[in-house]
């Protein structure tokens, strides 16, 4: 079980997520297979009382604009010694909201997301290990996207490697585990379109925190958790 608080400022929009993650496990003797599902609150709006209106009219559009809504996901996980893929869908729901203000338009989330991943885990010295990645982003509304990061890890204690996004951004990625309870991610990039004078960036902090759990190898019952 778990809690995920997500917020993501573009521009005059911002949109806070707040969730609740649930995962059930099966274990067995060469690899897991792992469900979840979540559920939760989004919080949409934009602070349109920034902008710099000149012509006359244009400034009832300078209201903000808010609303709440409902969004919940889930997800497959299949991971083996040193190889690992998954399929999840964490966005089921296109939330529209009514605004507050004059011009009664929409805010909405994106056409729902399906995430494809795949992942491998080669020991390549004593200390060291290669672990590339791959994710593949697919909207209903024809939107694709296709991430690749080539990542390092130290003693399994540290990670680190170049991330791209097709047609969007290249960046870094760093993590680390702080103990053996809270570990660390920081995503950093700037926007491909830098090179025709746009020079957006993006960044992304998370913190993790892993419970103790029983060891166990193999499944004994399917009520296993």
Request: glycine fraction near 12%; charged fraction near 15%; avoid cysteine.
């Amino acid at each position: 079980m778990g809690l995920n608080v997500t917020s993501f400022n573009y521009g005059v929009e911002s949109n806070v997520k707040v969730s609740g993650i649930y995962t059930y496990r099966l274990a067995f003797e060469n690899m897991a297979l792992i469900f979840g599902m979540q559920g939760g609150v989004v919080s949409m709006g934009s602070d349109n009382s920034i902008l710099t209106t000149s012509d006359d009219g244009d400034s009832r559009f300078l209201e903000n604009k808010t609303g709440v809504g409902y969004d919940a996901g889930a997800g497959v996980f299949l991971s083996t010694k040193r190889s690992y893929l998954s399929l999840s869908a964490p966005s089921w729901f296109q939330n529209r909201f009514m605004s507050i203000g004059d011009l009664n338009t929409d805010l909405a989330l994106d056409d729902m997301p399906v995430f494809f991943s795949v992942g491998h885990e080669r020991q390549i010295s004593k200390d060291w290990g290669f672990n590339p990645y791959l994710l593949l982003r697919v909207q209903t509304s024809g939107n694709s996207q296709l991430d690749l990061t080539p990542m390092f890890s130290y003693k399994n204690m540290l990670w680190f490697g170049p991330y791209y996004k097709t047609g969007s951004q290249m960046g870094l990625v760093v993590g680390g585990k702080l103990n053996k309870f809270v570990q660390f991610m920081y995503s950093g990039g700037i926007s491909q379109q830098i090179i025709s004078g746009f020079t957006g960036s993006s960044h992304e902090l998370s913190i993790g925190f892993n419970m103790k759990d029983k060891k166990v190898k193999t499944v004994n019952s399917l009520r296993f958790f």
